[in-house]
């Protein structure tokens, strides 16, 4: 008996000296605002289940706090910032805002996030299947998306109709490459339309090809890493309202493509890229390392291969991994 109290003894000095023994402090409690052109339930919703670990301002029960359990809380925290902090939601251009809000949903689709060593202890951060169908609504409007045999005939032959940007080039050869010596690929326009995005940002409608090889790695679902010699190509139109009020595709803006070769294109991460713009196709840059620009963009996709459209994404109506388990 007294031996036992000697252990709980030892037990208890060795906890209390251990609490002098904290994490650096990181900075906690400085509120996030609101997020800007976010529907403030939406914005209620990712505080609640997201902001303790992706924004500065951290919300820390008193369990959060004890050796060791603070260390672990706190290393979610520093990863997950370092992942996405909310915090710096202004200093993103509105797209790249729709590009993180689209990742996010998809990451708590997957049951990825937020972290489930984190909601069961803080089941106030689990998202209950009402919050799901208000996030998904959401990204839904950001990013109407069609799969192939949906994706409206009708407005792919408007847009292919307008597009031939290269009506009056006869000889391809006479576009320049790009500066990262990328040559034009006029056979796209014969390639499987795998997705349409006509409301992603205001004003444009959108087109996405996949080549061969990257509808058959989306029939194997081989998509990741996608095999090397899938290309996609995402053509842009500005968007024109009819007098009936339905929108068909105006002017034409731009043509980018996604040329994958792991070793060719290591340097910038295993991708080739390349945008051709106007009707003249003028090959988009000012220096080689323009791709920075598009790899930057695409990196809150980094884990899908820096590809946004994805079988996963694509089937955003279908997939509902949520409903199934509530
Ligand atoms: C307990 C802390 C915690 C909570 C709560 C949390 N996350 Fe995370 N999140 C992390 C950590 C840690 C990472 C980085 C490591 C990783 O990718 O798993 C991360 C990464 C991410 C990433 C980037 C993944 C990548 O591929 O780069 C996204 C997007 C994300 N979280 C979204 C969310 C959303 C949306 C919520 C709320 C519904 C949420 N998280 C809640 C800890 C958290
Ligand atoms: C401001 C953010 C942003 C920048 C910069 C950007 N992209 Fe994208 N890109 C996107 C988003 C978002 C999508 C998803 C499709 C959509 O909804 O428009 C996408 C899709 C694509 C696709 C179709 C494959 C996929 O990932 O879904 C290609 C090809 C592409 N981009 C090429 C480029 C190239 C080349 C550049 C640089 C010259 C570039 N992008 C720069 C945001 C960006």
Same mark, same amino acid.
């Given at each position: ?13 060795? @906890? ?7 994490? *650096? ?25 997201? @902001? !303790?670990? #992706?924004?500065?301002? $951290? ?13 672990? $809380? ?7 910032? =370092? ?12 797209? &790249? ?14 049951? %990825? ?6 909601? /069961? ?6 998202l209950d299947s009402r919050s799901i169908t208000v996030l998904k609504n959401y990204v839904k409007t950001l990013a109407a998306r069609k799969t192939n045999p949906e994706v409206s005939s009708v407005s792919i032959s408007k847009a292919d109709a307008v597009h031939?940007?290269?009506? =009056? ?28 995005? !006509? ?16 509808? &058959?790695?989306? /029939?194997? #679902?081989?998509?990741?890493?996608? +095999? ?9 139109? *500005? ?12 002017? @034409? ?9 792991? &070793?060719?294109?290591?340097?910038? &991460? ?11 196709? *003028? +090959? ?8 920075? %620009? ?5 990196? +809150? ?22 409903? *199934?388990?509530?």
């Amino acid at each position: 008996m007294r031996k036992g109290l000697m252990i709980l003894a030892v037990l208890l000095f060795v @906890f209390t000296v251990l609490q002098f023994w904290k994490p *650096k402090e990181i900075q906690y409690s400085s509120p996030a605002k609101n997020l800007t052109n976010v529907p403030s339930e939406v914005n209620t919703i990712l505080r609640n289940s997201c @902001f !303790d670990c #992706h924004s500065n301002s $951290v919300n820390l029960a008193w369990f959060d706090k004890i050796t060791p359990a603070n260390f672990i $809380v706190d290393s979610h925290i520093k990863d997950g910032r =370092k992942a996405l902090n909310f915090s710096n939601w202004d200093t993103l251009d509105k797209q &790249k805002q729709s590009a993180v809000m689209f990742y996010s949903f998809n990451k708590i689709l997957l049951g %990825e996030m937020p972290l489930l060593s984190y909601t /069961a202890l803080h089941p106030s951060a689990k998202l209950d299947s009402r919050s799901i169908t208000v996030l998904k609504n959401y990204v839904k409007t950001l990013a109407a998306r069609k799969t192939n045999p949906e994706v409206s005939s009708v407005s792919i032959s408007k847009a292919d109709a307008v597009h031939h940007p290269d009506k =009056k080039i006869t000889d391809y050869k006479k576009v320049k490459p790009s500066l990262n010596k990328i040559s034009y690929i006029p056979d796209f326009r014969s390639w499987k339309a795998i997705s349409t995005t !006509d409301r992603f940002d205001n004003g444009s409608m959108r087109i996405i090809y996949g080549n061969k090889t990257a509808v &058959k790695a989306i /029939a194997e #679902h081989q998509t990741n890493p996608w +095999p090397d010699g899938a290309i996609f190509a995402k053509t842009a139109w *500005k968007q024109k309202t009819e007098a009936d009020g339905s929108v068909s595709p105006g002017e @034409f803006i731009q043509v980018e493509f996604m040329i994958k070769d792991s &070793k060719k294109y290591e340097s910038s &991460k295993g991708w080739g890229w390349a945008r051709w713009k106007g009707k003249d196709l *003028k +090959p988009y840059g000012d220096s080689v390392s323009f791709d920075q %620009e598009c790899i930057s963009c695409h990196s +809150p996709v980094k884990n899908n291969d820096y590809v946004f459209t994805s079988p996963l994404h694509l089937d955003i109506n279908k997939f509902n991994i949520y409903s *199934k388990n509530q």
